[in-house]
């Protein structure tokens, strides 16, 4: 195959990307998480108009993420890699326009299965994030990639933050009315993306061929962790991500449980990490990362992730909201220490042709410990109790310090532009 462009708009070098051009991207990371986040408050709501026992509701809500999950995890890397060949462009508004689809199907339902259907088709085109970290990469020296990172970090914790109260307020319309809003949204966005995004990924960057092989998802989380220079950075990011989906999905069960919390309470709570992770990756990360370095501020972002994580699970044991909020606290603060120069280091360590498969598989990898995080978590604190999860989950993140340094001997070799697609070293 060719490798000629599929858009004439082309950034020329990364050093040349324009100040619009970050601010697309970045106002379309925040437009996609707050699209994907308004549905939070009404989901359940929704699927209770097609359960016939309530007590099966929260078996159909985790079947359904579980679902969006693996479409997602099964389409990712392919989309990844589709972007290596035919660059970052088409492939982000063949996945804002599939999201917006998925969506629509969510608010029309008139069935339990079409809204299966409609999570199925967003997860096959739910590489939107994972694209645009690859654009990021095309388009930052490796100097920038850690602070450009921290601010795409940032902007998505906004959208984080602004959709579920947008959702919430918006149900007062009915329940549908946050699911079409967020059609709308990535709708508008994919028409602005077709006008005025440019393409970022030069064509002599380019992969040359795409065989039905590398679209096989396991083949290319398995080429991803074959690669020397990338396979701990890899484990080490499953390693965060893993805690963080059982922290995710436990997290207002032992809110009610042990405070009888309500959900305005658990939404401040949110709000709270929202905040702290804004200020940490948006206005923070750039400064600490040139002061004290990626690896160093990684390790320290994996302790204090555990110490989060002990004190949360230790509400089950002492009800007490000052100690949940010190635990949130500096569970925000650990993921906004670690999560920007992480992701830089991945991107840095990544060939100009390899960023797409790069980030599609390690959107797979985190979207595997989705589907597993929560079932565990669930089981843990069913089987032994509320702290059982987070206790586990600080074991792992302190593992993650080990994995880092076992990463560390090779990011240093990773630091060269360009380096050809395939090199293992």
């Known amino acids: 195959?060719?490798?000629?462009?599929?858009?004439?708009?082309?950034?020329?070098?990364?050093?040349?990307?324009?100040?619009?051009?970050?601010?697309?991207?970045?106002?379309?990371?925040?437009?996609?998480?707050?699209?994907?986040?308004?549905?939070?408050?009404?989901?359940?709501?929704?699927?209770?108009?097609?359960?016939?026992?309530?007590?099966?509701?929260?078996?159909?809500?985790?079947?359904?993420?579980?679902?969006y999950a693996l479409c997602q995890c099964i389409a990712a890397p392919a989309l990844g890699v589709l972007s290596d060949r035919f660059g970052r462009r088409p492939l982000l508004l063949l996945c804002l326009l599939g999201s917006a689809i998925g969506y629509l199907l969510l608010g029309i339902g008139g069935a339990l299965w079409v809204l299966f259907v409609g999570r199925i088709i967003d997860g096959l085109t739910g590489g939107d994030i994972s694209i645009l970290s690859a654009y990021i990469g095309d388009v930052s020296t490796p100097s920038e990639r850690g602070k450009r990172f921290g601010q795409l970090g940032g902007i998505a914790s906004i959208g984080l933050i602004f959709g579920p109260v947008i959702g919430g307020l918006l149900a007062s319309l009915g329940y549908a009315a946050p699911l079409y809003l967020s059609a709308a949204i990535l709708l508008a966005t994919t028409i602005w993306g077709f006008f005025a995004m440019p393409e970022s990924l030069q064509p002599q960057h380019r992969t040359t061929h795409v065989g039905f092989a590398d679209l096989n998802p396991l083949k290319q989380i398995g080429d991803i962790l074959a690669i020397k220079r990338l396979r701990w950075l890899l484990v080490t990011s499953v390693v965060y991500a893993f805690p963080f989906a059982m922290f995710t999905s436990e997290l207002a069960?032992?809110?009610?449980?042990?405070?009888?919390?309500?959900?305005?309470?658990?939404?401040?709570?949110?709000?709270?990490?929202?905040?702290?992770?804004?200020?940490?990756?948006?206005?923070?990360?750039?400064?600490?990362?040139?002061?004290?370095?990626?690896?160093?501020?990684?390790?320290?972002?994996?302790?204090?992730?555990?110490?989060?994580?002990?004190?949360?699970?230790?509400?089950?044991?002492?009800?007490?909201?000052?100690?949940?909020?010190?635990?949130v606290a500096c569970f925000a603060i650990g993921g906004g220490v670690?999560?920007?120069?992480?992701?830089?280091?991945?991107?840095?360590?990544?060939?100009?042709?390899?960023?797409?498969?790069?980030?599609?598989?390690?959107?797979?990898?985190?979207?595997?410990?989705?589907?597993?995080?929560?079932?565990?978590?669930?089981?843990?604190?069913?089987?032994?109790?509320?702290?059982?999860?987070?206790?586990?989950?600080?074991?792992?993140?302190?593992?993650?310090?080990?994995?880092?340094?076992?990463?560390?001997?090779?990011?240093?070799?990773?630091?060269?532009?360009?380096?050809?697609?395939?090199?293992?070293?």
Request: charged share 10%.
């Open 338 to 425: 670690l999560e920007p120069p992480l992701n830089g280091l991945i991107s840095a360590s990544a060939g100009a042709d390899e960023q797409g498969m790069v980030q599609g598989g390690k959107q797979a990898l985190r979207a595997l410990s989705q589907i597993a995080g929560p079932l565990l978590a669930g089981a843990l604190y069913m089987q032994i109790g509320g702290e059982a999860p987070y206790w586990l989950g600080a074991i792992v993140l302190l593992l993650g310090t080990i994995t880092m340094q076992l990463a560390t001997p090779h990011i240093a070799r990773s630091q060269i532009p360009q380096q050809s697609h395939g090199s293992n070293d």
């Open 253 to 327: 069960v032992l809110a009610i449980d042990t405070l009888a919390w309500t959900p305005e309470s658990i939404g401040l709570l949110l709000l709270v990490i929202g905040g702290i992770d804004i200020f940490m990756q948006a206005v923070l990360s750039g400064r600490l990362i040139r002061r004290f370095g990626e690896t160093r501020l990684i390790m320290s972002g994996f302790v204090c992730e555990a110490i989060s994580f002990i004190l949360i699970g230790g509400v089950a044991i002492v009800p007490s909201p000052v100690l949940l909020f010190v635990g």
């Open 1 to 67: 195959m060719d490798t000629t462009s599929n858009d004439g708009r082309i950034i020329d070098a990364p050093a040349r990307a324009s100040r619009f051009t970050l601010l697309f991207v970045l106002f379309t990371t925040f437009l996609s998480v707050m699209g994907i986040t308004l549905v939070i408050p009404v989901l359940p709501f929704i699927i209770q108009q097609y359960v016939g026992n309530t007590s099966q509701l929260p078996v159909v809500v985790s079947w359904l993420t579980a679902t």
